[in-house]
T-cell receptor, first 116, second 112 residues
Framework: KAGVTQTPRYLIKTRGQQVTLSCSPI?????VSWYQQTPGQGLQFLFE???????NKGNFPGRFSGRQFSNSRSEMNVSTLELGDSALYLC???????????????FGNGTRLTVT | SQQGEEDPQALSIQEGENATMNCSYK?????LQWYRQNSGRGLVHLIL?????REKHSGRLRVTLDTSKKSSSLLITASRAADTASYFC????????????FGPGTRLSVLP
């Protein structure tokens, strides 16, 4: 099976702009989660989508949003970019078979966003 | 707030030596997982240990879990230069209202 694919790999934006990141999960995985990784804060959970519905949300401002399509592909959007949004954004998918939480996360290689 | 906290933050060893990393967490868990991240890449799942298990092995990896102390350890035996990476523990949710929570990670450097 193909792994989790994130596009683009790198992005450079200026403050005030908006950005959309894309994630294609492993085939058959209906859960897609997004994480922000920075040197200072580590891995921070953004949100999780399952069957086109947001199931869980982290502690991020409303400028961060996401959605999931019927084919399980997901996008996240950040509006009105700030310098502090510079980070590696990671998408992860997982199987939801069996007991909840007992399947590992499969990560893409991330999108490196730089805000200038 | 962070659930998992790895210790040490950084570890430097020689090839062939064993590397031990520890993780502590705060609340009850369904399982605990360890991930590896090479620089600038995504995380790769290494091993999952359920809350009713005490020890698990996978190749050169050995994970222990002590739920009474809310701690876990990851042992990498006979380390290689290719093991150089950051290692994260993550607590797995036990209901639909929770998410995986990652610790800050341990940066392991294996010197040839």
């Amino acid at each position: 099976k193909a792994g989790v694919t994130q596009t683009p790999r790198y992005l450079i934006k200026t403050r005030g702009q908006q950005v959309t990141l894309s994630c294609s999960p492993i085939s058959g995985h209906r859960s897609v989660s997004w994480y922000q990784q920075t040197p200072g804060q580590g891995l921070q959970f953004l949100f999780e989508y399952f069957s086109e519905t947001q199931r869980n949300k982290g502690n991020f401002p409303g400028r961060f949003s996401g959605r999931q399509f019927s084919n399980s592909r997901s996008e996240m959007n950040v509006s009105t970019l700030e310098l502090g949004d510079s980070a590696l954004y990671l998408c992860a998918s997982r199987s939801t078979e069996g007991a909840y939480g007992n399947s590992p996360l499969h990560f893409g290689n991330g999108t490196r966003l730089t805000v200038t | 707030s962070q659930q998992g906290e790895e210790d040490p933050q950084a570890l430097s060893i020689q090839e062939g030596e064993n590397a031990t990393m520890n993780c502590s967490y705060k609340t009850s868990i369904n399982n605990l997982q360890w991930y590896r991240q090479n620089s600038g890449r995504g995380l790769v799942h290494l091993i999952l240990i359920r809350s009713n298990e005490r020890e698990k092995h996978s190749g050169r990896l050995r994970v222990t879990l002590d739920t009474s102390k809310k701690s876990s350890s990851l042992l990498i035996t006979a380390s290689r230069a290719a093991d150089t990476a950051s290692y994260f523990c993550a607590t797995g949710p036990d209901n639909y209202g929770q998410n995986f929570v990652f610790g800050p990670g341990t940066r392991l450097s294996v010197l040839p």
